[in-house]
């Protein structure tokens, strides 16, 4: 089973800032099978990256996905006000579908 | 857009039997390559994909659950739907429906989901 850490575990910024978010596999996730979920209390998950790299459909380009093998980055360039969510990674590429832990961007 | 929607009873006592179904609208809901699925959030924690089903009925599950789950899927009326047996408090949480894209491209019946429901809270208590 593929384990996907996150960190940090809470990333306390600015609305402005960027925020860097990691994932790191503990095994390689081939064909960049991974993708990238915001949430926020009281909604479900909202798809942000799939392919590691690839914007769903209406995501704003303040939001970039990088990364292939084992390590993963979620990139939100500058922060808007409605960023500030819980973000989880998940990975495809083997069974069983493994998620991480979850990161927090909380406002600072 | 497809918009997703479930529906079902709240509360269910324990060791009974949970019944929710997932209505779908806005696009073909026979898509050949459009899978189906189902997620669960136990209050505070992380999420736990449950089952897929694709427009012919072919099931995958998530083998934790070790049996106690089936999926359907009524394509005249563009539902689909969940059934968990012997339900415990464990089993306390919201759960989702939602779409999955890319199951029939990477096989294994489970990729990710780009269209979600907005969830029901089900709890289990006596």
């Known amino acids: 089973e593929i384990v996907l850490t996150q960190s940090p575990g809470t990333l306390s910024l600015s609305p402005g800032e960027r925020a860097t978010l990691s994932c790191r596999a503990s095994?390689?996730?081939?064909?960049?099978?991974l993708v990238w979920y915001q949430q926020k209390p009281g909604q479900p998950p909202r798809l942000l990256i799939y392919g590691a790299s690839s914007r769903a459909t209406g995501i704003p380009d303040r939001f970039s996905g990088s990364g292939s093998g084992t390590d993963f980055t979620l990139t939100i360039s500058r922060l808007e006000p409605e960023d500030f969510a819980l973000y989880y990674c998940?990975?495809?590429?083997?069974?069983?579908?493994?998620f991480g832990q979850g990161t927090k961007v909380e406002i600072k | 857009q497809l918009q997703l929607q479930e529906s079902g009873p709240g509360l269910v006592k324990p060791s009974e039997t949970l019944s929710l179904t997932c209505t779908v609208s806005g696009a073909s809901f026979s898509s050949d390559t459009y899978y189906w699925g189902w997620i669960r959030q136990p209050p505070g924690k992380g999420l736990e994909w449950i089952g897929n089903?694709?427009?012919?009925?072919?099931?995958y599950y998530n083998s934790s659950l070790k049996g106690r789950v089936t999926i359907s899927v009524d394509t005249s009326k563009n539902q689909f739907s969940l059934k968990v047996t012997s339900m415990t408090a464990a089993d306390t949480a919201v759960y989702f429906c939602?779409?999955?894209?890319?199951?029939?491209?990477?096989?294994?019946?489970?990729?990710?989901?780009?269209?979600w429901g907005r969830g029901t809270l089900v709890t289990v208590s006596s």
């Open positions: 998940q990975q495809y590429s083997s069974s069983p579908r493994t």
């Open positions: 939602a779409s999955d894209p890319e199951a029939f491209y990477v096989g294994s019946g489970y990729a990710y989901f780009d269209y």
């Open positions: 089903i694709d427009s012919t009925g072919n099931t």
């Open positions: 095994q390689s996730v081939s064909g960049n099978y």
